[in-house]
């Protein structure tokens, strides 16, 4: 699927929450939103996949539904235990929910999976930061910098006077 096809369908999720239809598992509905979008491939086998679970679970977080969105990644995740983006994502619900400690486990299983993913060190520092744990979002946020993330570079530059 391409990211235009993708972020379609998450749009396509989102409308359909927003309407409302049932957020909690992923089913039979994300199959009907992929036919109706065009973007079909056999809809009962795409609305039980890694793929369109993570998707329900972007929607739902843009929505701000964190606990739905928690366990569509979750579902994601069992059956493709190796996506750093869900990972990633399934920290941010939890960071959402104020599981910070929940979270930095799931930031750090995504970097296991790729490590050069700024938007995660920064995330992961935010968390840190948020737990007081300053010298460790240092680091975290040194690191995105490296990658590129500015968002970091900008920590970093306000850490500095206070001497984290």
Wanted: proline share 3%.
């Amino acid at each position: 699927m391409s990211i235009a096809q993708r972020r379609i369908s998450i749009a396509l999720l989102a409308l359909m929450v927003l309407a409302g239809h049932p957020a909690g598992a992923c089913g039979a509905e994300i199959g009907a939103v992929l036919t109706f979008s065009g973007l079909a491939y056999g809809a009962s086998a795409v609305a039980d996949s890694a793929e369109a679970c993570y998707d329900k679970g972007v929607a739902l977080h843009k929505l701000g539904q964190s606990d739905e969105a928690l366990s569509c990644y979750e579902r994601a995740l069992e059956m493709n235990p190796d996506d750093a983006e869900a990972w990633f994502n399934k920290a941010n619900a939890l960071g959402k929910l104020g599981r910070s400690e929940e979270a930095l486990s799931c930031f750090d299983r995504a970097l296991e999976i790729n490590p050069d993913l700024a938007e995660v060190w920064y995330n992961k520092g935010a968390a840190l930061h948020h737990l007081r744990r300053y010298p460790e979002a240092r680091q975290c946020f040194e690191k995105a910098a490296q990658l590129g993330d500015q968002d970091a570079s900008r920590a970093l530059d306000i850490m500095r006077p206070e001497g984290y």
